[in-house]
């Protein structure tokens, strides 16, 4: 094994992807990322990382920068939060629908309005249709471990899409967990050394990504969708990969925590998945039969598994740390409602808390399995549960 | 469907959408639409190259020491004739445009 | 090798045939700095005139024999930062990446990521044609277009004449950013323009070289199309396009012999018809001080 660390979450993200040998890096500072950059920074700067550090004057550039050292074969990294996501919007989108594999971080943080600095989940869901595969991590181990299995789901030829990490700002981003990281002989065994293609050759022109008619474009859609679903199976396999080489294994798409027999189960996603399960051996000391299952993979969304994993149960809720405008709930969901095709057999809720860097507690927690207790035996659809501090 | 057939499949889907693509885009040859073309009249012509230089499709080229005009692409701008030096080149109607 | 030798010899790197306008600015400059460029090159460029034209291919015949990738309208620059960055780390430093671009993304759109492109050294050419508007799209006006140009998004009416502001001067702003090289050009000048890319694809080796071409548009400025040639010739005789360059630092200016003015130079263009005396004499300072000005830069 490697050495045992105390680092913050932006530690373990700029770690874990400079194990990963990145040829070239450009990423902008911006709360609560910074410390990203600037520990990339500091390793380029002082000899401990061979890579490119382009000092980019945004975001926008930021993920051109890298679109352009991709599109020459290079394997790539950047990370981002809030403002600085909706600012890159225009090359993020590009990026994964031009299929060219890269890994970001993404420290989540609440869209300004309000003015905000602090921790959500709005950042990383405002862009689910952008057509990247999307994680979200629970602990800072995680975090690192993630970013090895990133790039392996990433440059799989049955993927080939870019792959968003991400995790809470500041409750991830900036506290510390203990951590075993890998030496770099480890990291090279796991993620062998980038074989990706050049686009922009002059050994072979061609026009990258010319004006496209519709016809041709539709079949480039369903490409990516049929990706998307191929990259569940390479997701499984990465999560077992990892397991046999690390010995630690974090379920794939989704998380089933004490779910076997439960009654009841909470959804949730991220860091709060922590302050979750300690609700639920709190609510299980009690007698109530209550689960979590932690959504790990947003994209491609695990409808199948979680269906599964949902049969038989009496109700659930799921704990969004963001809000869908237009829907009065939460947009995690949303989506677990569309999966689960029977939803109405089952009493469920939406519950919604966390927003702007507001805790999300474990007092939170237990009134959400307090309610679902509560409405066990009455299927269908019951009001938003709004996780506030009053 | 095995992989493998359906990769044959798609790949024949794809060559044919093409084709298809690519003669729905038509001729892009000038010639039928291009309303004048520069003649130019070589006994007066000193092969000085003004017309090569300012011609923006590349149509004119030069054939060892003597300057032609090709017409592939020439849309009649009427550029070349205008900065000749010496008014060797003029512009006439295209004789395959269609009124 | 005279220029015109140059040309002669050297291969076309994009094929014949465009949907360029007739008497195109753009696609000329576009073609010299491909062929100088040559094959062993990655070109970008953004939508705009030339990606409109089928630089990139379209109908499966035509377009660029060389790698090349229509950019997003705002980030040629740093897309290329990329590319060039990518390139320089396989020791592949003999790969020209260059970029050619409207002023609309030069100008507006892209300025953010080419300033900071610039400000980092970049090893890349970025190549400008400006036409002083969005053309492709429509003629609509960009922060280049000059003072009381008729334009589809600043048309001379009743309640107001045209174009407001004059032309903001990008070539100038670009020389402050340290960069390898920095010249402005005119298609008329083609030996000088022919010189301008070959030097700029040299200091690209170095770091960021950066070329501001004057490019006529007879369909959005309304004139025959067979004139641009002579529309461009008389832009730099009236100073509107002076021809200089900042060659690491040191400024040289190229004397202008048979200056015309500024209203000799509107006649006969049709975005200019309605300009009012007032507009003609204002027009007239900017050019008249801006040529002061690169005058002291270019002093010894």
């Not at chain 1, 974090?250 to 302050?275: C, R």
């Not at chain 2, 590349?58 to 020491?65: H, K, L, M």
């Not at chain 3, 060039?84 to 507006?108: H, L």
């Not at chain 3, 000059?146 to 001379?156: I, K, N």
Request: net charge negative; charged share 20%.
């Amino acid at each position: 094994m490697g050495k045992l660390v105390a680092m913050t979450g932006n530690t373990a993200a700029y770690t874990g992807a400079a194990l990963c040998r990145p040829d070239l890096i450009a990423a902008y500072p911006i709360t609560p990322q910074s410390s990203v950059v600037e520990g990339l920074a500091g390793m380029v700067y002082n000899g401990k990382l061979d890579a490119s550090f382009v000092q980019v004057e945004s975001e926008h550039s930021a993920m051109s920068v890298v679109q352009g050292a991709a599109a020459a074969g290079g394997r790539v990294f950047t990370a981002t939060s809030a403002q600085g996501l909706a600012l890159m919007y225009e090359p993020y989108f590009r990026m994964s629908t031009l299929r060219i594999p890269m890994v970001m971080a993404l420290a989540t943080r609440e869209m300004t309005s309000p003015e905000t600095i602090w921790s959500g989940q709005q950042d990383a869901m405002s862009v689910r249709e952008a057509g990247w595969i999307q994680l979200f991590c629970e602990s800072n181990q995680e975090i690192l471990d993630m970013m090895l299995q990133a790039y392996r789901i990433a440059e799989d030829p049955r993927v080939q899409l870019p792959v968003n990490v991400c995790y809470d700002g500041f409750y991830s981003s900036h506290l510390i967990e203990g951590l075993d990281i890998p030496s770099q002989a480890e990291a090279d065994a796991f993620l062998p050394a980038y074989a990706g293609k050049t686009y922009l050759d002059p050994g072979q022109p061609a026009a990258l990504d010319p004006l496209t008619p519709g016809e041709l474009m539709m079949h480039y859609r369903k490409n990516h969708l049929d990706a998307m679903k191929a990259a569940q199976e390479v997701i499984e396999e990465v999560d077992a990969k990892f397991a046999a080489q690390f010995g630690r294994s974090y379920g794939g798409l989704i998380e089933e925590y004490k779910t076997e027999d439960a009654d009841i189960v909470i959804v949730t996603i991220g860091g709060m998945s922590g302050t979750g399960k300690d609700a639920v051996d709190a609510a299980r000391e009690k007698g109530i039969r209550a689960g979590l299952i932690k959504l790990r993979f947003v994209r491609p969304f695990p409808a199948e598994k979680l269906a599964a994993a949902l049969r038989g149960k009496k109700a659930f809720a799921v704990v969004d740390r963001s809000v869908s405008f237009g829907w009065s709930c939460g947009p995690m969901y949303m989506e677990t409602r569309a999966a689960v095709v029977d939803a109405d057999s089952y009493a469920h809720f939406s519950a919604i808390g966390g927003l702007g860097g507001a805790d999300l507690s474990y007092g939170h927690m237990r009134s959400v399995i307090e309610k679902l207790d509560a409405i066990k035996n009455e299927p269908g659809a019951h009001d938003t549960l709004w996780l506030m501090n009053d | 469907m095995a992989a493998d057939t359906q990769k044959e499949v798609q790949a024949m889907l794809y060559q044919e959408l093409i084709l298809a693509l690519r003669d729905r885009a038509g001729d892009s040859d000038s010639e039928r639409w291009r309303v004048v073309r520069p003649v130019m009249d070589k006994g007066r012509c000193t092969d000085c190259g003004a017309c090569i230089e300012f011609c923006p499709m590349a149509t004119i080229f030069a054939d060892g020491a003597v300057i032609r005009i090709r017409y592939e692409g020439c849309i009649g701008c009427g550029i070349c004739a205008v900065n000749c030096r010496i008014h060797a080149i003029t512009m006439e109607p295209s004789p395959d445009w269609h009124n | 090798m005279s220029y015109i030798d140059v040309l002669k010899q050297t291969q076309n790197v994009m094929t014949p045939g465009s949907s360029a306008c007739q008497g195109c600015g753009g696609e000329l400059i576009l073609r010299r700095v491909m062929q100088i460029a040559g094959n062993n090159s990655v070109f970008a460029v953004p939508p705009g005139c030339m990606a409109g034209a089928g630089v990139d291919g379209w109908n499966f015949s035509n377009g660029c024999t060389a790698p090349i990738h229509i950019t997003l309208l705002d980030n040629t620059a740093s897309f290329m930062s990329g590319v060039s960055e990518m390139y320089q780390r396989k020791g592949r430093q003999d790969v020209n990446i260059v970029a050619i671009a409207g002023d609309g993304a030069t100008a507006d759109c892209g300025f953010q990521s080419l300033s900071g492109a610039a400000e980092r050294g970049t090893k890349m050419l970025y190549v400008c044609y400006d036409n002083e508007g969005y053309m492709n799209t429509g003629y609509q006006r960009s922060s280049t277009t000059s003072l009381g140009s008729s334009t589809s998004t600043t048309p001379a009416g009743a309640a107001i004449n045209g174009k407001e502001q004059q032309q903001k001067y990008v070539p100038l702003i670009m020389a402050m950013h340290n960069i390898e090289y920095c010249a402005t050009a005119s298609p008329s000048n083609m030996a000088d323009l022919v010189a301008k890319i070959q030097k700029g694809l040299e200091a690209s080796k170095r770091g960021f070289a950066y070329l501001h071409v004057f490019s006529p548009c007879p369909t959005g400025w309304k004139f025959a199309p067979d004139q641009s040639i002579a529309v461009a010739r008389k832009a730099v005789a009236a100073n509107l396009c002076p021809i200089w360059e900042c060659d690491k630092g040191v400024f040289k200016l190229t004397p202008n012999r048979r200056p015309i003015t500024i209203a000799e130079f509107v006649a006969g263009i049709g975005k200019f018809k309605k300009l009012t005396e007032e507009e003609i004499a204002s027009i007239q300072s900017l050019v008249d001080e801006r040529w002061a000005l690169l005058e002291k830069l270019a002093a010894e």
